[in-house]
């Protein structure tokens, strides 16, 4: 079955480190996005890409970095610069199509220790 | 830009007692408005979206919404609760974006709590 996949699920960061969120989907579509979502904040758009190559920030770009090198993985990498990164971080795909909406990973819960 | 607002972030109902979660847009063009569940610890899930056709739409679980352009909104409605419908509910309009993907931009939630 087509999806996409999250990993880890859990993941626990040290004080200055980088650690990279793995996301990978096999419904063939075009477009990638990294939402942060902390509550009663709702989804925040930290990065998302159009198509392999290219990426564009969202509105929280600051502390994270992407990479596009392949259609069917987007990783999101949290930086030491990333001052509050504890949240759970959710990836999405959508096809290059209106009105389709986008299907979710089942998440990534980061904490810092 | 486009937005939503969904009014209430915290909605109770009993066992059997109408679902109502509230969500308005904002939007210069028609727009395509969508609800998501997220149950928790995990992704979201589409529950329903609209694209223009009906505008009563109907979705899964019995969940639906009506798109009502003169009061820019796009409520969620079930007829009656069940306790597995408790869960965070995330209203989103697209931003249209020609040759590309959908740009979709949420709303804060609103968290249904069922009680018996």
């Known amino acids: 079955d087509g999806g996409i996949t999250q990993s880890p699920k859990y993941l626990f960061r040290k004080e200055g480190q980088n650690v990279t969120l793995s996301c990978e989907q096999n419904l063939n579509h075009d477009a990638m996005y990294w939402y942060r979502q902390d509550p009663g904040q709702g989804l925040r758009l930290i990065y998302y890409?159009?198509?392999?190559?290219?990426?564009q920030k969202g509105d929280i770009a600051e502390g994270y970095s992407v990479s596009r090198e392949k259609k069917e993985s987007f990783p999101l990498t949290v930086t030491s610069a990333q001052k509050n990164p504890t949240a759970f971080y959710l990836c999405?795909?959508?096809?290059?199509?209106?009105?389709?909406?986008?299907?979710f990973g089942s998440g990534t819960r980061l904490t810092v220790v | 830009a486009q937005s939503v607002t969904q009014l209430g972030s915290h909605v109770s109902v009993s066992e059997g007692a109408l679902v109502l979660l509230r969500c308005n847009y904002s939007s210069s063009v028609p727009p395509y408005l969508f609800w998501y569940v997220q149950y928790p610890n995990q992704g979201l899930q589409l529950l329903l979206k609209?694209?223009?056709?009906?505008?009563l739409v109907k979705g899964i679980n019995g969940f639906e919404a009506e798109f009502k352009k003169s009061e820019t909104s796009f409520h969620l409605t079930k007829p009656s609760a069940h306790m597995s419908d408790a869960a965070e509910y995330f209203c989103a309009v697209s931003d249209k974006m020609t040759g590309t993907a959908s740009k979709l931009t949420f709303g804060t939630g609103t968290r249904l709590q069922v009680t018996l």
């Open positions: 609209y694209t223009s056709a009906a505008t």
């Open positions: 999405a795909s959508a096809a290059h199509r209106q009105g389709l909406g986008y299907t």
């Open positions: 890409s159009q198509i392999v190559n290219d990426f």
